[in-house]
């Protein structure tokens, strides 16, 4: 018997913080498309259910569209059962329709005692967060010890088993010893895993695609393989777009167009795809008279990628000595700022924008 677990997907988010308002209404589409993606490989490795460990919408109130279209993608894939625990972002999502029975017969749905579901040879408890941690809850959980038990959660693990009003966290040892095999969690989102007791062992599934750059690296699914007893697991990769946040040294270089080679450089190197998100980090020291065109740099590579950004993490530096006979204007302000009694750091600025302006440049917060 193999199931899926995954988390996180949190479709309907509002994605304009890196795109423009029509790669953020494309980019939701890839969400949902990538959702159902999984689910037909699902159905190609004849799982029986999936398991969604919270957050699958970024909101209780999603467009409508957006649950239009994931209800519809339940009833489509009527021969899966779908174990859906919401998390802290889609908390109260369905509670009238679940009340009423509304909802299709194959999605099942968890509250804030625990249930427990019978799928085969497992059973599948789970309990949602009440809005601070899952302490009381854990204390009452209550399984077979002769049964194969999957239990799902959503929460930051923590090793503190006293009582925690934090919210949405998950206080692992007073989970363990407690007859689990598999801990299916949700809300990190990256996959690990680990050893939960001498019996079981805890996984947070990551989430199926990242969204922005705080959700850089590899992003997927989990599938279990369960035979005789015995749970099995496999990271699946996924999602039509990689996030990559990349590092860029360019100390010393003097004009945009050395910062520019050093980009293509390491751009290839990195073998991207068109397909991703790229934000370049410039680091290193560079000269205060370093011509450097962050505009130009953005322009360069924003058309090449899905979604191009560039920050300056640059520091400037000066060598006074090549100022000190200089005769021209430039030279006499240099001197004239250097002794001021202000922090080097606060010098070195003034002299930058001095300079740029001495030279006719515009000065903008690019620079």
């Not at 194959?106 to 789970?126: E, K, Q």
């Not at 007791?197 to 705080?214: A, H, I």
């Not at 005769?327 to 922090?343: A, C, H, T, W, Y």
Request: proline fraction near 2%; hydrophobic fraction near 35%; charge should be negative.
């Amino acid at each position: 018997m193999k199931l899926i677990h995954c988390a996180d997907l949190h479709l309907g988010s509002n994605l304009t913080t890196n795109l423009t308002a029509e790669q953020a209404q494309k980019r939701n589409y890839e969400l949902i498309e990538n959702f159902e993606r999984m689910i037909q490989y699902g159905i190609n490795e004849q799982v029986h259910a999936i398991l969604l460990s919270g957050d699958v919408f970024d909101t209780a109130q999603p467009p409508m569209w957006v649950a239009t279209a994931c209800l519809e993608l339940f009833q489509r894939y009527s021969e899966l059962e779908f174990f859906y625990l919401r998390g802290n972002h889609d908390r109260h999502l369905w509670e009238k329709e679940k009340k009423e029975g509304a909802l299709p017969a194959n999605l099942h749905m968890f509250d804030r005692d625990w249930v427990s579901y019978v799928c085969d040879d497992i059973v599948i408890t789970g309990v949602e967060c009440k809005g601070d941690s899952l302490y009381e809850q854990a204390k009452t959980l209550d399984l077979e010890e002769g049964q194969l038990n999957i239990v799902m959660l959503h929460g930051a693990i923590t090793e503190n088993n006293h009582a925690i009003t934090t919210e949405d966290v998950v206080p692992i040892e007073l989970f363990r010893n407690r007859n689990i095999d598999y801990l299916a969690l949700g809300h990190i989102h990256s996959f690990f895993e680990g050893y939960l007791d001498q019996r079981g062992r805890y996984c947070y599934s990551g989430c199926l695609e990242g969204r922005g750059f705080d959700e850089c690296g590899q992003k997927g699914f989990v599938l279990l393989d369960l035979k005789e007893s015995q749970i099995t697991t496999s990271f699946i990769p996924w999602g039509k777009r990689k996030l990559h946040e990349i590092e860029v040294p360019v100390d010393g270089c003097m004009t945009t167009l050395e910062i520019a080679r050093k980009i293509d450089g390491i751009l290839k190197d990195s073998k991207v795809s068109g397909e991703d998100y790229i934000k370049i980090c410039l680091v290193g020291q560079v000269d205060v008279e370093c011509e450097k065109n962050s505009l130009y740099l953005q322009q360069k590579w924003g058309e090449q990628f899905f979604c191009f950004q560039l920050e300056d993490h640059t520091k400037f530096i000066i060598d006074y000595n090549d100022f000190l006979f200089d005769e021209s204007l430039k030279g006499e302000f240099v001197r004239k700022i250097q002794n001021m009694d202000l922090p080097e750091e606060d010098k070195i600025a003034m002299i930058r924008y001095g300079i740029l302006a001495l030279s006719g440049e515009e000065i903008t917060e690019c620079d």
